[in-house]
C-alpha cells in the first residue's frame, strides 16, 4: 500500500473512533472488528460442519448447497486462507461500510461466487473474500485509483496462483470479486 493510501484509511481510522465519530457513524457498532471477527467465527462453524457433521450436508438440495457454501472453506488450510484474508481485507472495508454493507458484500458475493463455480462444475467455497477485495478495490478507488489498480492486479494474480489454473474456480473467483465491487458501487461504500 502506497504512503497516500495508507493515510486515507488512518484518516478513516480516526474519524470513525468514539472520539472522532461523525454523524455517519452513529450507527456504527462501538469501535473495533466486530463485523470481520463475527465473519470469522461464521467461516469457522462452517469449517466445523463440513469436517465433523458431513451427514448434514448431504442431505441439502443445490440451492441450499450454495447458500452455505459461503461459509464453508473446504479445509483447515482453506479456513486458514479466509480468515486471514477476511482479516486483512475486512477490517480494512469496516472502516468505510456500514455493517449492513459489509455484510450485504459479503453473503452477496459468495453466493455469486458459489453459484458461478457450481454451474461450471467445480466444488468448494469460501469464495466471499474475494468479494470484500472486490468492495475494497471500489473503496480504494475512490480515493487513489492507480494503488486500487495496482491492487486489484495482484489479487489477481493471487488467484490465479491459488486457483490452480482450474478454470471453475477461477470464474467462481471472478464472479465473486465482481460482485462485490458491483455491490460496493451500488451500496455507496466509502461515500460520505
Known amino acids: 500500500m502506497d504512503r497516500e493510501t495508507k493515510k486515507y484509511w488512518q484518516q478513516q481510522r480516526k474519524q470513525m473512533s468514539p472520539g472522532g465519530r461523525t454523524q455517519w457513524g452513529r450507527g456504527r457498532w462501538n469501535g473495533g472488528n466486530r463485523v470481520t471477527i463475527l465473519l470469522i467465527a461464521v467461516e469457522t462453524m462452517g469449517w466445523l460442519l463440513e469436517t465433523f457433521f458431513p451427514a448434514a450436508i448431504v442431505h441439502l438440495s443445490r440451492g441450499e448447497l450454495i447458500l452455505l457454501a459461503t461459509i464453508m472453506p473446504g479445509s483447515f488450510l482453506g479456513l486458514l486462507f479466509a480468515a486471514f484474508f477476511i482479516w486483512i481485507v475486512g477490517s480494512q472495508l469496516e472502516v468505510v461500510a456500514r455493517p449492513w454493507q459489509y455484510l450485504l458484500v459479503f453473503f452477496g458475493s459468495g453466493v455469486v461466487g458459489s453459484a458461478v463455480m457450481t454451474i461450471m462444475g467445480g466444488l468448494g467455497g469460501a469464495l466471499a473474500a474475494f468479494g470484500l477485495a472486490g468492495a475494497y478495490v471500489y473503496a480504494m478507488s475512490r480515493y487513489n485509483y492507480g494503488a486500487a489498480v495496482q491492487w486489484a492486479l ?4 493471487i488467484n490465479v496462483l491459488l486457483s490452480g489454473f482450474q478454470p471453475a474456480i477461477l470464474l467462481g473467483m471472478a464472479g465473486s470479486f465482481g460482485t ?6 451500488t451500496t455507496g461504500i466509502g461515500e460520505r
Open 154 to 157: 495482484f489479487l489477481l494474480l
Open 180 to 185: 462485490g465491487l458491483g455491490l460496493a458501487w
